[in-house]
């Protein structure tokens, strides 16, 4: 059996509390297991940063990850930072055994105490510090030759002045840790960093920074993952109607066994188009019904990202459909930049998708009624209509 065939089963074992008495076993990410433990979705010496649309399950997958090469030497370590509550704030910290030392050393730098045996940090800590101190420790100190992965977990940019931040930690940290791993190559190890985020927004920066950083995709669930959740789940719902809703989204279906599914598509699904569009229903809705009906047939109906003048120009559409993320850029990836397979469905288009189905039937029956206040089985009649 091969290293990534022992990490596979391991990852098959671990579970997930997913809502209080209701655990989940990791479903089926594969393909995507075998790209991160073949070093496909990152390069020693680069940020990464790995956008998918929210709730795709970015951050769970890390956190199996770490769990099923515990232990298991395969030469790679993945230390996961991660900020729960506050941008740029880190509250926990997972660094593996054989990088315990790493942490015990910069800890006095940054005047924070640990558990050490969970790893956790015991009060906030800035993470643009200890992600630079992190790697400058390791590349100069770090006696040992190591393949080391650095996971900043679920970083914001849902707003212009987070994104600006987000911008300049990368301006900053991409020089260092180039420098940092030419220092540690040189004893037969390596350093990366990824960067997980949500946030579609990130897309506007996407060729401002353009060569200091990578860029990679993770999508939603395939369509066997998502039937085998919703048995572990124990929902009741037609499979064909879910994949038709969510698209394979972990959090959706989650929210659906919470929330119910009416319930779920008029809070999450309804109302965030409400809110988003509501001025524009207000002030010019013929255009908006215009605009809907056409992205509900096609997505790339949103205006291009091209330009670098673009992606700064007022365009109110992909603005708000980003920041409430009802949509995503995926334009300029090619297969060597996607760690996940996408499904050819009508809601991904060439250069941009909506981030679960639900949208895309919810716009278009919104367009053909003429008002943004449609009910949840005016969408699920859309759908079962043309399944």
Same mark, same amino acid.
């Given at each position: 059996?091969?290293?990534?065939?022992?990490?596979?089963?391991?990852?098959?074992?671990?579970?997930?509390?997913?809502?209080?008495?209701?655990?989940?076993?990791?479903?089926?990410?594969?393909?995507?297991?075998?790209?991160?433990?073949?070093?496909?979705?990152?390069?020693?010496?680069?940020?990464?940063?790995?956008?998918?649309?929210?709730?795709? %399950?970015? &951050?769970?997958?890390?956190?199996?990850?770490?769990?099923?090469?515990?232990?298991?030497?395969?030469?790679?370590?993945?230390?996961?930072?991660?900020?729960?509550?506050?941008?740029?704030?880190?509250?926990?910290?997972?660094?593996?055994?054989?990088?315990?030392?790493?942490?015990?050393?910069?800890?006095?730098?940054?005047?924070?105490?640990?558990?050490?045996?969970?790893?956790?940090?015991?009060?906030?800590?800035?993470?643009?510090?200890?992600?630079?101190?992190?790697? %400058?420790?390791?590349?100069?100190?770090?006696?040992?030759?190591?393949?080391?992965?650095?996971?900043?977990?679920?970083?914001?940019?849902? &707003?212009?002045?987070?994104?600006?931040?987000?911008?300049?930690?990368?301006?900053?940290?991409? =020089?260092?840790?180039?420098?940092?791993?030419?220092?540690?190559?040189?004893?037969? %190890?390596?350093? $990366?960093?990824?960067?997980?985020?949500?946030?579609?927004?990130?897309?506007?920066?996407?060729?401002?920074?353009?060569?200091?950083?990578?860029?990679?995709?993770?999508?939603?669930?395939?369509? &066997?993952?998502?039937?085998?959740? $919703?048995?572990?789940?124990?929902?009741?719902?037609?499979?064909?109607?879910?994949?038709?809703?969510?698209?394979? =989204?972990?959090?959706?279906?989650?929210?659906?066994?919470?929330?119910?599914?009416?319930?779920?598509?008029?809070?999450?699904?309804?109302?965030?188009?409400?809110?988003?569009?509501?001025?524009?229903?207000?002030?010019?809705?013929?255009?908006?019904?215009?605009?809907?009906? $056409?992205?509900?047939?096609?997505?790339?109906?949103?205006?291009?990202?091209?330009?670098?003048?673009?992606?700064?120009?007022?365009?109110?559409?992909?603005?708000?459909?980003?920041?409430?993320?009802?949509?995503?850029?995926?334009?300029?990836?090619?297969?060597? =930049?996607?760690?996940?397979?996408?499904?050819?469905?009508?809601?991904?288009?060439?250069?941009?998708?909506?981030?679960?189905?639900?949208?895309?039937?919810?716009?278009?029956?919104?367009?053909?009624?003429?008002?943004?206040?449609?009910?949840?089985?005016?969408?699920?009649?859309?759908?079962?209509?043309?399944?």
């Amino acid at each position: 059996m091969s290293a990534i065939d022992i990490v596979l089963k391991r990852l098959r074992e671990y579970s997930i509390e997913v809502l209080p008495d209701i655990t989940v076993r990791f479903v089926d990410r594969d393909y995507e297991v075998e790209n991160v433990l073949e070093k496909k979705v990152f390069t020693p010496g680069w940020i990464t940063v790995l956008y998918g649309p929210k709730g795709c %399950g970015k &951050s769970t997958l890390f956190n199996a990850l770490k769990y099923a090469i515990k232990d298991f030497d395969i030469n790679l370590d993945i230390i996961v930072v991660s900020s729960e509550r506050e941008a740029w704030r880190a509250e926990k910290i997972y660094v593996p055994k054989k990088l315990k030392g790493v942490l015990e050393d910069i800890r006095s730098l940054l005047k924070f105490s640990y558990n050490p045996i969970k790893g956790d940090i015991i009060g906030f800590v800035d993470i643009t510090k200890l992600i630079g101190l992190l790697v %400058g420790h390791i590349a100069h100190s770090f006696k040992e030759a190591r393949d080391v992965l650095v996971v900043l977990d679920e970083v914001k940019v849902d &707003s212009d002045t987070r994104l600006a931040e987000f911008r300049g930690w990368i301006e900053s940290m991409a =020089n260092d840790l180039l420098v940092d791993n030419t220092e540690y190559r040189r004893r037969g %190890g390596s350093i $990366a960093v990824i960067a997980l985020t949500s946030d579609a927004l990130v897309a506007k920066i996407r060729y401002v920074i353009g060569s200091k950083v990578e860029w990679n995709l993770m999508w939603n669930l395939p369509r &066997s993952a998502l039937e085998n959740l $919703a048995d572990q789940l124990k929902l009741r719902e037609d499979k064909e109607l879910l994949w038709k809703l969510t698209g394979g =989204n972990p959090r959706a279906l989650i929210s659906i066994k919470r929330e119910g599914l009416r319930e779920w598509i008029m809070n999450e699904v309804v109302e965030t188009i409400r809110l988003t569009f509501d001025i524009e229903a207000r002030n010019d809705p013929e255009n908006l019904w215009k605009v809907f009906l $056409a992205i509900s047939e096609n997505p790339d109906e949103l205006p291009e990202l091209s330009s670098v003048k673009g992606l700064y120009e007022d365009d109110r559409w992909r603005d708000k459909a980003f920041k409430t993320n009802i949509f995503i850029y995926i334009g300029g990836l090619s297969t060597d =930049n996607t760690i996940s397979r996408l499904p050819k469905e009508p809601w991904i288009g060439k250069y941009y998708a909506f981030q679960i189905p639900a949208y895309m039937y919810a716009v278009r029956v919104m367009a053909r009624k003429r008002t943004l206040k449609i009910t949840p089985y005016d969408i699920i009649n859309e759908i079962t209509n043309h399944i």
